[in-house]
């Protein structure tokens, strides 16, 4: 069974940081691409970052929504089983439940195999 357990959510000052986890278990996790989908109070998901599988022979590619680029850094820890997302500069409008989701960006948006989110607040 796919289990996606996110952590690190919590209530922050604009401008301020947080480092979203997310614990992978039920599946080979470092052959999947992962991502992050976030979704505001009335408003439906949306897309935050996607990184590819590790390889060898090339840097592992992320790609970014444009309100991220610049202030937030996915990265994956395959010996933990663990996807991040470090939140920099961060503002009102970045406020809502973010989730990981196993696989590419278009399926993230589905639903699918997604975790149970964690809280983010950014706020004076």
């Known amino acids: 069974e796919v289990q996606l357990v996110e952590s690190g959510g919590g209530l922050v000052q604009p401008g301020g940081s947080l480092r979203l986890s997310c614990k992978a278990s039920?599946?080979?996790?470092?052959?999947?691409?992962m991502s992050w989908v976030r979704q505001a109070p009335g408003k439906g998901p949306e897309w935050v970052s996607t990184?590819?599988?590790?390889?060898?022979?090339?840097?592992?590619?992320?790609y970014y929504a444009d309100f991220a680029k610049g202030r937030f850094t996915i990265s994956r820890d395959n010996a933990k089983n663990t996807l991040y997302l470090q939140m920099n500069d961060l503002k009102p409008e970045d406020t809502a439940i973010y989730y990981c989701?196993?696989?590419?960006?278009?399926?993230?948006?589905?639903?699918?195999?997604r975790g149970q989110g964690t809280q983010v607040t950014v706020s004076s």
């Open positions: 989701a196993r696989g590419p960006a278009s399926l993230a948006m589905t639903g699918t195999h």
């Open positions: 039920g599946f080979t996790f470092g052959i999947y691409e």
């Open positions: 990184i590819e599988t590790l390889s060898a022979r090339a840097p592992v590619r992320t």
